[in-house]
């Protein structure tokens, strides 16, 4: 398993799987994570009050159903989920996080319990402190039960394929570029919808030493570059 | 190649993955999927190498790992395989972690003893770990003469005391074994305190004549109960010993592979507290049945548990994960 230079501080997790190549992950923060988790427990709360109300109906067993009903949310909820839905809770769903190995495969029974036992020191002294220590000191952003289970918690890409290249001219450029500086101009082209006019002004100014253009004459030339470099003639 | 002709040249490739990643149930018997597999995997290390967008690269990495995914899967659900944990692997993993669990065992059978002792010699030493409301409970629990033992209330019927013996001790287990995350102190705290509480109230409720009614409520259940509690601090203990003495490992790893067989003992552990909490509600709690049948039935459990402990697993292998 490559492991980044300890210089450098990454989100992306690299796993060598069996055909030979290097598959990525986006390691999910602290943030999010709480977000989920905060999530989750609503959804708990929201079934153990409507079991509730139902156990008040059936009367005194129904405290028993209760208290199992309790039971089962507390610790097998995310189990249940994360096996049974492909590693996501609702509330992880909903923030596109996906619990896995940490060679990036399918979470397991085993893994998947052991990380939701741990839990309970995960939550000490109070409101997950010890999570969030252990979630912030290390480098895969894992809690104590993620390590003992060895899984991590990864976002689910979500951006679909932006390869449309704008509608500009085609120009080859006139000074050499580095295989970096060909790259940048590339991404910088292929996000000309996601970026607003000014923010892409702003950064082409940047290279008008270079290219010698301000403002909206610079982006086009960029653009017509990025062309170029991907291929359009 | 530039970029756009190798999207023109593929394109077909890898709409054709994605649709058959899509389609719904997933088929993974598709004969065209290994194929394609492994040509998306050698276009995903091509585009790398020739650097082309973050976005195609990231396009292509994210159908390499959903097939990857549905690939490399863990082993799911098979047959016979509870029944392979239950006479096989269960029993195998207790007796790996031997001293864990004779280790637990100390930890909570010693103090539990001399409390016992000293709360039978002296019944005000009860006093010394509890609230004097909280030993009013526990003597009305036991009081003879009620229709149900072990419960405030004689009225709370048998199914929502198995609801609270099912929240209650199996959260206890959990903990005891999640607190061996922390270097095994955690472990060694539920353990040693539940021990002391467990021989107090024994002691105390003998001596203030209820003995009968306890002894009695306590020997059933107790044989899966309060073993399925050392099993669970035996787990905790091993995960901790791990942090602290990881051997030839890092810490961390040392870790992973503790958690792993510790959790097979866990499994257990849940395994025969469901059947303790079921005990305790219909079984324990009954006044009809006569103290006699009781010790004889619950003399039997605790024969059955220790033979089982003891016997069983001997032939599997007796290496770890």
């Not at chain 2, 995997?41 to 990231?58: E, M, N």
């Amino acid at each position: 398993m490559p492991e980044a230079s300890p210089h450098l501080f990454d989100t992306i997790h690299a796993v060598e799987i069996p055909e030979g190549i290097d598959l990525h992950a986006d390691l999910s923060g602290p943030i999010p994570r709480a977000l989920a988790y905060a999530s989750d427990l609503g959804i708990r709360a929201v079934i153990l009050m409507i079991g509730g109300i139902i156990s008040l109906l059936i009367g005194k067993a129904g405290m028993g159903f209760w208290l199992i009903l309790s039971f089962l949310l507390e610790w097998w909820y995310p189990v249940f989920f994360e096996m049974l839905r492909q590693g996501q809770t609702p509330g992880k769903k909903f923030f596109n996080l996906v619990v896995v190995n940490e060679d990036l495969t399918p979470v397991t029974w085993s893994s998947s319990i052991i990380r939701n036992l741990l839990r309970a020191v995960d939550f000490l002294p109070s409101f997950y402190v010890a999570g969030l220590v252990s979630l912030t000191a290390t480098r895969r952003f894992q809690r104590l039960g993620d390590l003992a289970a060895g899984t991590i918690v990864i976002q689910k890409s979500l951006q679909g394929r932006a390869t449309a290249l704008p509608d500009a001219d085609t120009q080859a450029p006139s000074t050499a570029f580095s295989a970096a500086e060909q790259d940048a101009i590339i991404e910088f082209t292929l996000r000309h919808k996601s970026l607003s006019q000014a923010r892409q002004e702003e950064l082409s100014n940047i290279l008008a030493p270079v290219t010698h253009k301000q403002g909206r004459e610079g982006v086009e030339y960029l653009r017509a570059l990025g062309n170029w470099f991907m291929g359009a003639r | 190649m530039r970029q756009q002709d190798f999207e023109k040249k593929y394109g077909e490739v890898w709409l054709a993955l994605e649709q058959l990643l899509a389609r719904k149930p997933f088929n993974d018997d598709a004969i065209e999927l290994p194929g394609l597999y492994r040509q998306v995997s050698h276009h995903l290390s091509l585009a790398k190498s020739r650097r082309y967008t973050f976005s195609l690269v990231s396009h292509l990495n994210h159908l390499v790992s959903e097939c990857h995914h549905k690939y490399y899967q863990g082993s799911t659900l098979y047959r016979y395989q509870f029944m392979r944990f239950l006479f096989i692997e269960f029993p195998a993993a207790l007796r790996r972690n031997k001293l864990y669990v004779l280790a637990s065992l100390s930890i909570f059978l010693l103090p539990a003893l001399i409390m016992w002792g000293l709360c039978f010699i002296n019944p005000d030493m009860i006093y010394t770990i509890m609230e004097p409301a909280q030993v009013v409970e526990f003597e009305n629990m036991y009081e003879p003469g009620q229709e149900k033992f072990g419960r405030e209330r004689s009225s709370d019927t048998d199914i929502a005391m198995f609801g609270y013996y099912i929240q209650h001790n199996i959260g206890i287990a959990f903990q005891t074994f999640a607190g061996g995350l922390l270097f095994g102190v955690g472990a060694v705290f539920y353990l040693l305190f539940n021990g002391l509480q467990l021989g107090g109230v024994a002691g105390h409720i003998a001596q203030v004549g209820y003995g009968q009614t306890f002894y009695s409520f306590v020997i059933g259940h107790g044989a899966f109960e309060l073993t399925a509690i050392v099993y669970a601090g035996a787990a905790g203990l091993r995960i901790g010993l791990a942090l602290i003495a990881p051997g030839n490992f890092r810490r961390f790893d040392a870790l992973r592979l503790a958690a792993k067989d510790a959790v097979l003992i866990v499994y257990g552990a849940i395994l025969m507290l469901v059947i303790a909490a079921f005990l305790e509600a219909f079984w324990s709690s009954s006044s009809t049945l006569t103290p006699s049948i009781k010790y004889a039935v619950g003399a039997l459990f605790w024969l059955l548990v220790i033979a089982y402990s003891c016997l069983m697993g001997r032939g599997a292998r007796q290496h770890g994960y």
